[in-house]
């Protein structure tokens, strides 16, 4: 399977732990892009990355959050300290260069659920 | 006032039959368009980019109105697995993330 790869597909901690959601492009994709979508809700972009560089984190809460994408491996999206509102699918997408004109490819998703 | 904003329905609608979906955005300055589907909040599943000239891809049909900021999407001949929720998506030019409409979910019925 060539596509996006997020893993773990479900993802289940205690409030005051850490979740760490990992991201796979697609093959030839060093573009990656990070999505939220809470309970009843719409997607929310969170970041966008390069390898090894953070280009946009506008949509990324100002703490507890953080995200990378290294020279190897795939891209993680760190959160510490859970609480109950961070309960979400987290989406991962990929594209090849970043253009505008450019769609993007949606992994199957990271499902949080905080205890 | 939502960047992207989506009836969010439902529709309901016999096998069949045709349908629209219409879906309006904010800023001016947006870049490119998408249709996107997404089936009981699994991963989102592009359907197809939008032109200004209107793009046809089997049974879909899209256009972009840039001087009314409106995008519609229309199904004909529906068939029951196109029950699902249609995002607007509009990728705007500070950056390369996409802005999503909150969807609007078709129900298509035997």
């Known amino acids: 399977n060539a596509g996006v790869m997020q893993n773990p597909r479900h993802l289940v901690r205690r409030r005051g732990q850490e979740a760490r959601l990992r991201c796979s492009p697609m093959k030839g994709h060093s573009h990656v892009y990070w999505y939220r979508q809470l309970p009843e809700e719409g997607l929310k972009f969170m970041v966008y990355l390069q390898k090894e560089n953070i280009i946009d984190e506008s949509g990324m809460p100002k703490e507890r959050f953080s995200a990378e994408f290294p020279k190897e491996g795939p891209s993680i999206l760190r959160i510490q300290q859970v609480v109950r509102g961070d309960s979400a699918a987290y989406f991962c997408a990929s594209s090849p260069t970043g253009s505008f004109n450019q769609p993007q490819h949606f992994g199957d998703g990271t499902r949080l659920s905080i205890l | 006032r939502k960047e992207v904003e989506q009836d969010p329905g439902p529709f309901n609608v016999p096998e069949g039959a045709t349908v629209a979906f219409n879906c309006t955005y904010s800023n001016s300055a947006s870049q490119s368009f998408f249709w996107y589907r997404q089936d009981c909040r699994k991963e989102p599943k592009l359907l197809m980019s939008?032109?200004?000239s209107g793009n046809e891809d089997g049974r879909f049909t899209a256009q972009l109105n840039r001087a009314s900021q409106y995008i519609s999407l229309l199904i004909r001949d529906s068939k029951l697995s196109d029950s699902a929720t249609y995002l607007c998506v509009v990728m705007g030019n500070a950056g390369n993330m996409l802005t999503f409409g909150g969807g609007t979910r078709l129900m298509v019925k035997p």
């Open positions: 939008v032109y200004s």
